[in-house]
């Protein structure tokens, strides 16, 4: 498994707080985050990752455009989103973006499709939440269409067919990596399964191991297709300090703010410390030292049989410094130690 585990990083680009503990600009976290994805790549972390989001608390709108000012500056790193929400965009024009991505890193573009656990992109680019299945349902065959034809001809529901249609820019060599996102649906687990495309679990909360039903079906979806099985990858929440309490110290001030923030638009009630500590300890957080990091992150590898894990490293105004040393941390002791562990 140690030659097999691809460890990666994701963030969605949340606005930062500066030294004066006020938020950044939504553009001077921008630019932190590339730097971020350049130092990724300097440490030898295989992925990084930017979430689409259209709000006021997170700066990355449009992932490819940042990946693409990362891309330039960077040698082998993968760059890809964390998600890109197909429901409401265009499967041609995110094809097209991440064709060119490709072209740009020299094909070290992928794209992770999922319908986000969002909404604010259905009414800013006009599409019903009404048809929220519908829409990825179709989109994402029509997706499908374009990665594995050069010429498409296609129909569905929600757009009008296409007939012999060429999309460009091709991918040079091979077909783009292309994720399906999924955040516990046994029908988005078939879903993949039946387009043949790889599967990345969103597990943001609860025991991960809570998940191996999703990985079995998985298994036993393709067996039924009569198909290879591919990768299986799980994004989960964390950060890397140099102990556990400079972890817990670092983080928790600030990912209690983003939590409570979100959870009091959903009904959720604010989020006590001893919540933090028991997903910590026995849940989904992949926070602490080095060796707490890569330890939970050998189990839940061995848990689920995944193929890669990223860590999203961002918690609202958790300030660029503190996730810099994070990122130091997990490239140089974090991932090493896990290849160990798991060898």
Known sequence: MAAQLELGVDTFGDVMN??????????????????????????????????????????????????????????????????????????????QRFSTLDAISGGRAEVILGRGSFTESFPLFGFPLSQYEE??????????????????????????PLKNQGVFPQIETGELTTWVGVGGSPESVVRAARHDLPLMLAIIGGDPRRF?????????????????????GVHSPGYVGRTDDEARADFWPDYKVMRDRIGGERGWAPMQ???????????SLYLGSPETVAQKIA???RALGIQRFDLKYSAGGLAHEKILRCLELYGTEVIPRVRALLG
Do not use: C, M
């Not at 010429?151 to 009008?160: A, E, K, N």
């Not at 039903?213 to 099985?229: E, T, W």
């Open 212 to 232: 191996r039903p999703y990985v079995d079906l998985y298994h036993r979806a393709y067996a039924q297709f009569g198909k290879s099985v591919r990768p299986i």
């Open 135 to 160: 829409l990825f349902e179709d989109k994402l065959d029509l997706f499908v269409a374009v990665l594995r034809n050069t010429s498409v001809t296609w129909s569905g529901r929600t757009r009008l």
């Open 18 to 95: 500066g030294a004066d503990g006020r938020p950044l600009s939504q553009a001077q976290t921008l630019r932190n985050v590339i730097e971020e994805g350049v130092r990724a790549d300097q440490l030898g972390i295989d992925f990084f990752g930017l979430g689409e989001h259209h709000r006021a608390d997170f700066a990355v709108s449009a992932p490819e455009v940042a990946l693409a000012a990362i891309a330039a500056r960077t040698q082998r790193i993968r760059l890809g989103s964390a998600v890109t929400v197909l429901s409401s965009d265009d499967p041609i024009r995110v094809f």
């Open 273 to 283: 410390e001893e919540e933090f500590v028991q997903e910590i300890e026995h849940g």
């Open 299 to 301: 189990a839940t590898a």
